[in-house]
């Protein structure tokens, strides 16, 4: 690697600026990071003496997240060859990002809206390059800071028109960009746990980002709020009904994937807080079920999407021609990934523990089950084609967090339903997707990991290529037998109940939390503090069930009181392996073959 790209001095002008370049192609674009408005900034750093006078640190995080771009191009040229796996191109730019932390430390206390700039990509950073650790911490800095600045709410009631005192519309759009990448690295870490949340949907009073070419050319216009249909309450006193009208035209791709992620974050709490709700209840003169609501609300989602950023052959090149295959890619992956976040309730093994969701399998109609499987199998194999069609098309605009965890998760679910299906009693898998054999699921497979390999040399997702090579494993294993074994399912996920409750129970197992508690010097082990004993309690809708006519003996059925906790054996997880912790509600990881190999290396076995 060239010394310059592992220093923390900025290089020279000419490739700082080269830096800034690429930096505009492969990160300002991904998911809402655009807050930056171009034309402003490149013009603000034409003269050299500029770059290197700024105090904030933006310049530093900026450069840092392109090195490894920029250092892969390297690679390229001077060998004459495409990048193998065992590149770590993710190493380039530390010195730069170190950097920037020193600026962040250093301008404590400072307000500026360039210091949370760099406070959240230096967030970004520490995602890429694995300090889970640092990565939290500093995502509860950027929170506090938006509420500081009060980014969730509009501070000028003029939209549309600007005053003579009021700030240029660009700076407010910049603003609320900012603001809704906020939010968006919120959600990315609370998953739907009340505990983790710091900026709420509910507290949100800013409009959503409008179209690229209006910020570009700052462009004043109105667009919708997070809720579908809806534009701030003052806008009816200030504008017209026609600009209202075309709220909803001025869009952004953004905007549709923020009210995606604000609709999973909801699955995602709704799956971990199950309650009395009886997700196929249908009866007559009464409210649907909150997994029909939300099921409803994810079809509509999905109906809604404009036909410039629908999937086809067109939009596909039109976006990539723009550079914006990142969010275009991600928006459909994320709608599929809330299918399966939130039809895994009745899939075995998709929800931990097992026993979690055992009363819904015990007692939900067939029809019901064999929906959940279908649902989850199809959404799966279409974000493993999705995948598989970008990285084919633009392989460098899928270095992104989430897409490492889209492919993790899609093996695991892949693998997983097809476990369950046969504990259906249905003898053959091409009976879940009809048309699908083994051999196209495995091609699948082998997708998702050669992937996660390419991902591997631009950040550090050493688990999930692990996870996803596991999930292979077990699928060739299944193969082997010619279809698993459906009484083994359940005895593999028997659990007890924790002392103390933690967060670490509840959470998705490769996520930002569990991974930076793995990385604690001082922590204690909650798994030490299980219990033998088990309490019982009754299952959730039981009175519900009556109603529908359930038997005695299904209302007697209990869901096991340690729900709260997945825990195998005396020690099943070391946490000094780095590895995380599976929680109970999230997705399986297979890591626990990892586990119990390095345990029997070092004769713990």
Not at 394 to 408: C, G, L, N, R, T
Request: include cysteine.
């Amino acid at each position: 690697m060239p010394p310059w790209l592992t220093s923390r001095s900025l290089p020279p002008a000419h490739r700082v600026r080269e830096l800034l370049d690429i930096y505009l192609s492969q990160v300002h674009t991904v998911r809402c990071f655009g807050f930056l408005h171009v034309p402003t900034f490149m013009e603000r750093f034409q003269n050299d003496d500029a770059l290197y006078s700024d105090r904030s640190g933006l310049i530093y995080i900026l450069c840092a997240l392109a090195a490894p771009f920029y250092y892969a191009r390297a690679v390229v040229v001077s060998s004459e060859q495409d990048t193998t796996p065992n590149m770590q191109f993710h190493l380039a730019g530390r010195g730069w990002a170190a950097a920037a932390m020193q600026s962040v430390f250093t301008n404590f206390g400072n307000l500026a809206v360039e210091c949370l700039m760099t406070a959240v990509l230096l967030h970004e950073h520490c995602l890429r390059v694995g300090d889970h650790a640092k990565a939290f911490l500093m995502s509860g800095m950027v929170a506090r800071h938006v509420q500081i600045l009060q980014l969730n709410v509009e501070h000028d009631a003029d939209i549309l028109c600007e005053r003579e005192e009021s700030i240029p519309w660009a700076v407010k759009e910049s603003r609320r960009r900012l603001f809704w990448a906020c939010y968006l690295q919120d959600a990315l870490i609370e998953c739907g746990i009340d505990q983790l949340r710091f900026i709420s949907a509910e507290d949100v009073q800013t409009q959503l980002p409008c179209l690229e070419d209006y910020f570009i050319r700052n462009k004043p216009c109105l667009t919708e709020t997070l809720r579908q249909g809806t534009v701030l309450p003052f806008v009816h006193e200030n504008g017209t009904s026609g600009e209202n009208t075309r709220a909803s035209e001025n869009l952004d791709l953004r905007a549709v994937y923020i009210r995606a992620m604000a609709l999973r974050s909801r699955v995602l709490k709704y799956v971990k807080h199950l309650g009395n709700d009886i997700p196929w209840a249908v009866i007559q003169d009464t409210p649907s079920s909150k997994f029909q609501r939300l099921d409803q609300e994810l079809m509509a989602l999905e109906s809604s999407i404009p036909d410039v950023i629908k999937l086809t052959p067109e939009n596909t090149y039109l976006h990539k021609s723009t550079g914006r295959l990142n969010l275009y890619f991600g928006l459909h992956i994320l709608i599929a990934q809330t299918f399966n976040d939130l039809y895994r309730i009745g899939v075995t093994g998709l929800v931990f523990p097992v026993s979690a969701t055992r009363w819904i399998r015990e007692n939900a109609p067939s029809d019901f089950l064999k929906r959940c499987h279908r649902m989850c199998a199809s959404r799966a194999a279409n974000i493993a084609t999705l995948l598989d069609d970008l990285y084919k098309c633009h392989k460098e605009s899928m270095v992104d967090i989430p897409y490492a965890m889209h492919a993790q998760v899609c093996s695991g679910v892949l693998v997983t339903t097809l476990a369950s299906w046969s504990g259906l009693g249905e003898s053959s898998c091409s009976s879940l997707l009809p048309g699908t054999e083994l051999h196209k699921y495995r091609q699948m497979l082998e997708s998702n990991v050669r992937i996660l390999q390419h991902l591997r040399t631009y950040m550090q997702v050493d688990l999930f290529l692990e996870s996803a090579t596991q999930a292979l494993k077990r699928f060739d294993k299944m193969e082997e037998k010619r279809g698993p074994d459906p009484s083994t399912a359940e005895e593999t996920a028997e659990s007890q109940n924790p002392r103390q409750f933690s967060l670490d129970y509840i959470l998705n197992p490769l996520g930002v939390y569990p991974i930076a508690r793995t990385q604690a010097n001082e922590r204690h082990k909650p798994e030490q503090f299980s219990t033998p004993a088990s309490a019982r309690l009754p299952m959730p809708g039981a009175t519900a069930l009556r109603e529908l006519g359930s038997s005695p003996e299904e209302e007697a059925v209990s869901l096991d009181g340690s729900a709260l906790f997945q825990y195998q054996g005396g020690s099943f997880w070391d946490w000094e392996l780095q590895t995380p912790m599976l929680e109970t509600m999230g997705y399986p990881t297979f890591l626990e073959d990892v586990f119990l190999g390095h345990e029997m290396v070092n004769g713990r076995v």
